[in-house]
């Protein structure tokens, strides 16, 4: 079950509106009544500082929690970083998100860009049989070694793994279209978008973008054979 908006208020009472506005989408998209647990991979390579500096990354963490408190009711979101290689940094939850991804960062040296490694630790963190499981990938670029973050995609593809890639700054970007695309996966489990500003975007248009193509997943997914 969700998260009553009463408990919301109680703990968390800045995210209250943040948390209506994911429960309008939700209910816009019939995605009411889904569960998923909700995992947030957030790039951590150099080109990335000014956007953690400025709390871009933080604001998006909030987004993605208030999703899950209407997906989970634990209240959580596990948090993967990833540079020059990938953590599973813990999670964000309820009572501790204020301030939670420069905390969970905290002595972390940025490096490169390691997609695959982050996507390993999300296939190996979930069992297979359990929630779908939402990703929200936070990056500003292309990875080290696409290939490998191609093959990551296709296995996720064959599991209940979805992967919502968010392009923020500059880019490029063209690596994350050509995911989008990919085939060889048995269902398409991936979506990306690049708002050119997210901090321009209301809370309304932000989780429009973050449920575009999900549902259509979960349907194929079933479909598949790849949900319980």
């Known amino acids: 079950m969700p998260i009553s908006l009463e408990k919301i208020e109680a703990q968390a009472p800045e995210l209250l509106s943040l948390v209506k506005e994911a429960r309008s989408r939700l209910s816009a998209q019939a995605l009411g009544t889904a569960r998923a647990k909700v995992a947030l991979c957030v790039d951590h390579s150099g080109s990335m500082r000014a956007l953690y500096v400025k709390g871009v990354v933080q604001r998006i963490a909030e987004r993605a929690l208030a999703l899950a408190t209407q997906f ?45 490694a982050a996507m390993t630790l999300v296939r190996e963190h979930f069992p297979a049989d359990g929630l779908p499981v939402y990703v929200l990938f936070v990056t500003d670029g292309a990875p080290d070694s696409r290939t490998a973050a191609k093959q990551e995609l296709v296995t996720a593809s064959q599991r209940n793994i979805f992967y919502k890639f968010l392009g923020v700054g500059e880019g490029p970007f063209d690596f994350l279209r050509r995911l989008d695309d990919l085939r060889g996966r048995p269902v398409d489990n991936a979506h990306f978008v690049e708002p050119d500003d997210i901090e321009a975007l209301d809370d309304r248009q932000v989780f429009d973008l973050l449920l575009a193509e999900y549902p259509q997943w979960l349907d194929e997914a079933r479909k598949a054979g790849l949900l319980t």
């Open 72 to 116: 989970d009711d634990d209240g959580a979101i596990d948090v993967f970083i990833f540079d020059t290689g990938a953590v599973h940094a813990g999670e964000l939850t309820l009572a501790d998100y204020a301030g939670g991804i420069d905390r969970l960062r905290a002595g972390r040296r940025m490096g490169r860009t390691d997609y695959a």
